[in-house]
């Protein structure tokens, strides 16, 4: 069955605009993304708010360049807004999926471990060795990326607290963050990697 074909819808016009150069179609366009953190802000809290106020920003800023790259996509099917929400939403679900899987690889395993370092009293749930290897590896860790991880996970600050503290960008802390807790979970498991067969035959 045929079925004719829909008009694009308005914005369309307003998008070619832009994309022509227009100073006022740009201005135009520009209103429409102010909305940009109010809606990241309602995408993430149906979400659960996974992402915290910091990340959210980063959200936005990536919605942003995804949606100036991709201006030229936009074919008038559906108001520009509806457009813009879809990219959004996609940004939102990329960003949240990347902090649960880091959450879950790197950062869930070594919080328990984390919590008895520095250990200043014997604790009796946490076995001494494992305590004291956690001391070594965090040593052995640049000093700044140590820093990072103290200043998280025993001074309760969020990465964007602790960029404020320090005076460094967000994505500089989230990154030295991240890549000291994968080096500090590489050398936590080299005495057991190193062990080899003897401690496979000990523990049988």
Same mark, same amino acid.
């Given at each position: ?13 307003? !998008? ?13 366009? @520009? @209103? ?27 959200? !936005? =800023?990536?919605?942003?360049?995804? @949606?100036?790259? =991709? ?6 099917? +559906?108001?520009?807004?509806?457009? !813009? ?74 990465? +964007? ?11 500089? !802390? ?19 990697? =190193? ?10």
């Amino acid at each position: 069955m045929f079925h004719p074909a829909h008009d694009p819808h308005p914005d369309l016009k307003l !998008v070619r605009a832009v994309l022509d150069g227009s100073p006022e179609a740009t201005e135009r366009f @520009l @209103l429409h993304m102010h909305a940009l953190p109010r809606i990241a802000f309602s995408l993430n809290s149906r979400n659960g708010s996974i992402l915290n106020d910091f990340e959210l920003e980063d959200v !936005v =800023q990536n919605c942003l360049s995804s @949606l100036w790259h =991709q201006l030229a996509r936009y074919e008038g099917r +559906g108001p520009l807004d509806a457009w !813009v929400l879809g990219i959004c939403r996609n940004e939102l679900r990329r960003a949240s999926r990347t902090k649960t899987s880091i959450e879950r690889q790197v950062v869930e395993p070594l919080l328990g471990a984390l919590e008895s370092y520095p250990a200043e009293q014997a604790d009796p749930c946490v076995d001494f060795d494992e305590t004291e290897l956690l001391h070594q590896a965090m040593a052995r860790l640049p000093a700044g990326r140590a820093r990072l991880i103290r200043m998280k996970h025993y001074e309760s600050m969020t990465l +964007g607290q602790i960029a404020s503290k320090l005076g460094l960008s967000l994505g500089t !802390v989230k990154a030295d963050y991240f890549k000291g807790l994968k080096q500090l979970r590489a050398m936590l498991a080299e005495p057991f990697d =190193q062990a080899g067969p003897q401690a496979q035959e000990s523990a049988s």
